[in-house]
């Protein structure tokens, strides 16, 4: 799932500044479990904007929508009507959500409300850990179905590096060795010795540049 956090009041109203009129978009989708833009956060942070506008002497008519999920044009359709009426669109959605509204709307500001931060699992209630950097080359059948890009600090394709202390990365406090981890669950799979292979170094151009997916493969479009 796609995890994002909200950007700071200020820097929302500082963006805001040149507009009289807006849209609050949020998104049923990954912002929604996440708990950064579905209904209940579009509705607080349009409750937020008047009153802060209020207080500034600032007049603005804030508008709020909630689309099923903004990564797909189908679902921006119902949006086409209220964009008439405002200056620019404020989205709590992630980044694609954010492109998607742009693309759909040529001839309308949309202005981002999050910051998108990883693909994540939820840990407990409220709390999401990243396990997926979408690097575009999957190894994690060779590390015990453990993601040493996304959970190693240092990114290591082969580890451990000689920093880590008793199953614990020198990077900070309380942030458990990947390596560490993946040796005892290969340990436990009884495929430790997977790991004498060396891990070649990585293909960054499979992450890179713009990408798209057809019909299950990947192919680039720099190039085509």
């Known amino acids: 799932m796609v995890i994002a956090e909200r950007k700071p009041l200020t820097d929302i109203l500082d963006k805001l500044r040149p507009y009289r009129s807006i849209l ?42 909630m689309a099923e999920r903004q990564c797909e044009p189908i679902f921006l359709e119902e949006l086409i009507e209220d964009i008439e009426f405002v200056d620019a669109v404020v989205s709590l959605g992630c980044g694609v959500g954010v492109q998607a509204l742009a693309e759909k709307f040529p001839k309308t500001v949309v202005l981002p409300a999050l910051d998108t931060r990883f693909v994540g ?11 997926c950097q979408a690097c575009g080359e999957c190894i994690i059948d060779q590390t015990g179905g453990i993601c040493p890009i996304a959970r190693c600090s240092k990114n290591l394709l ?20 990947a390596w560490s981890l ?8 009884g495929e430790v010795e997977k790991l004498s292979s060396i891990q070649a170094a990585k293909n960054w151009g499979k992450a890179d540049g713009p990408g798209k997916v057809v019909k299950g493969g990947r192919s680039r479009e720099v190039g085509e």
């Open 182 to 189: 993946i040796y005892e669950r290969m340990a436990r799979l």
């Open 24 to 65: 609050i978009a949020g998104c049923g989708g990954c912002m929604t479990v996440g708990l950064s833009g579905g209904a209940r956060e579009v509705a607080l942070m349009a409750q937020e904007i008047r009153l802060a506008c209020q207080a500034l002497g600032r007049e603005i008519e804030v508008f709020e929508h």
């Open 121 to 131: 699992m939820p840990e407990k209630h409220g709390v999401w850990v990243e396990r």
């Open 158 to 177: 082969n580890g451990p590096c000689g920093g880590s202390q008793n199953g614990w990365c020198e990077v900070g406090e309380g942030i458990p060795c």
